[in-house]
Each structure stands twice: as structure tokens, then as C-alpha cells.
């Protein structure tokens, strides 16, 4: 079951309603849920700290290193923003599909959780 689906169903379970103490314990419960860590969101900081860590020696040639240092370096910020009820926007093109973020219309490979580009939120078969 994922986190989505855990606080969907604890929501559920409040509104057949409950007494204060119970309810106090599942709004803990489901604020404890929605501030866990996003897995489509990593820090850039780690990245480059796990680059620096490997060293130039692990790759081919200098240049190999510094291309992907840049490119981490320059991958814009995302502000995860939940409750957006934002849905990928599914284009077709001849026999290519793939998904457009409606927030800030970049195109997606895979029903992220969340935009890989701006953060925003989606709503889809993974998270309801
Ligand atoms: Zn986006």
C-alpha cells in the first residue's frame, strides 16, 4: 500500500467519526504521513556530494565528470506541492506516448509522483 493510499484510508476512517482522543492520534497519524520524505525528489546537495565522493577516477575521462556535475548543478529546484490534484496530461504523437506535467508543461517519461521538473503534485494510478 502506498503512503497515498495510508492517509486516504485514515481519512476515511475519520469521517465515520471518532472520539476526540482517537481522532487527535489519527490527525498525528496522517500529518506524520504527509511529511515523509517524497521519493521522486532527491537533494541536488547529495548528488553532488556522492560525484565528489567518487572522484574523476570513476569515470572515463575528466570530461565525463564535469559534464554531469554541471548538468546536476543546473537541474532546476522543485518545491514538492501536494494537494495540487494535478494529473499528467497524456499526448500522442503517431505511435510515441508520453505524459506532460500541466503545471509547467514539461514532458515526463514515467507517472511520477510528483513533477520532476517543478514538483507539482500528481493524482494517477499510483497515488489515487
Ligand atoms: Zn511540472
Redesign the pocket.
Known amino acids: 500500500m502506498t503512503k497515498e493510499e495510508h492517509i486516504k484510508n485514515l481519512k476515511a476512517i475519520k469521517k465515520v467519526g471518532l472520539c476526540k482522543k482517537y481522532l487527535d492520534s489519527m490527525n498525528e497519524a496522517i500529518k506524520a504521513l504527509e511529511q515523509q520524505p517524497c521519493g521522486d525528489c532527491v537533494s541536488r546537495q547529495s548528488i553532488l556530494e556522492e560525484l565528489n565522493r567518487l572522484g574523476r577516477h570513476a569515470f572515463k575521462d575528466d570530461t565525463d565528470y564535469d559534464c554531469l556535475f554541471d548538468f546536476v548543478d543546473r537541474l532546476p529546484p522543485v518545491t514538492p506541492t501536494r494537494k495540487s490534484g494535478l494529473r499528467w496530461i497524456e499526448r500522442f504523437d503517431n505511435e510515441d506516448k508520453w505524459l506532460e506535467?500541466p503545471?509547467?508543461?514539461?514532458d515526463s517519461d514515467n507517472a511520477y509522483a510528483y513533477?520532476?521538473?517543478?514538483?507539482?503534485e500528481m493524482r494517477g494510478a499510483e497515488n489515487g
Not at 103 to 106: G, N, P, R, T, V
Not at 115 to 120: D, E, M
Request: glycine share 10%; charged share 10%; net charge positive.
Open positions: 506535467c503545471h509547467c508543461h514539461k513533477c520532476p521538473n517543478c514538483g507539482a
